[in-house]
């Protein structure tokens, strides 16, 4: 089978966005692209349309990879005592701080480098997640699913000093 151009195009994007080989095994399974000029009937479509080899999977390709960057983008990053200092802070994960989130499931990654402090997380009557312990140091992942209401990112111990607020709509 001829690869085509596009197909590479597509293959890289998907791979650069982590979806990889689902993705192109289901398009190099369609067929792929035959090429230039070359047209497909449209099998059991009772209109009869017309439609360039690869087209579908082509758009379903490009829909996982919308997919992939989507869930990249609800990545937050929690950061507690770095380099010994009392400071916590939670960034997007082009390192913005955080102020206002639209409501959904997020990847939170903390960075615990502080034997003294923890990160804690709570909704105003609502949610209230211990993501380190006091005692711990290091990087913690966790998913949750952040619902409309006014937040705040805290050390428990320091919570007086320690701590940021955002709203989730």
Not at 23 to 43: K, L, Q
Not at 110 to 129: A, C, M, Q, T, W
């Amino acid at each position: 089978m001829k690869l085509s151009r596009k197909w590479f195009v597509l293959a890289g994007a998907v791979l650069a966005l982590g979806a990889a080989l689902p993705a192109a095994t289901a398009f190099a399974n369609d067929g792929g692209d035959d090429g230039p000029g070359h047209v497909r009937h449209g099998g059991d479509d009772p209109a009869g349309h017309v439609r360039h080899g690869g087209d579908d999977a082509s758009r379903n390709l490009l829909a996982r990879a919308a997919t992939a960057s989507a869930a990249a983008s609800h990545k937050l990053i929690g950061t507690v005592g770095k380099g010994g200092s009392f400071k916590i802070t939670l960034t997007d994960a082009s390192g913005k701080r955080v102020r206002a989130l639209k409501a959904g499931t997020y990847t939170i990654v903390v960075h615990d480098d502080s034997p003294i402090h923890n990160f804690e997380l709570e909704r105003e009557h609502g949610l209230e997640k211990e993501l380190t312990d006091v005692s711990a140091v290091g990087t913690k992942t966790v998913r949750l699913k952040l619902t409309p209401g006014s937040y705040k990112a805290f050390c428990d111990p320091h919570e007086s000093t320690m701590f940021q607020n955002f709203t989730v709509r």
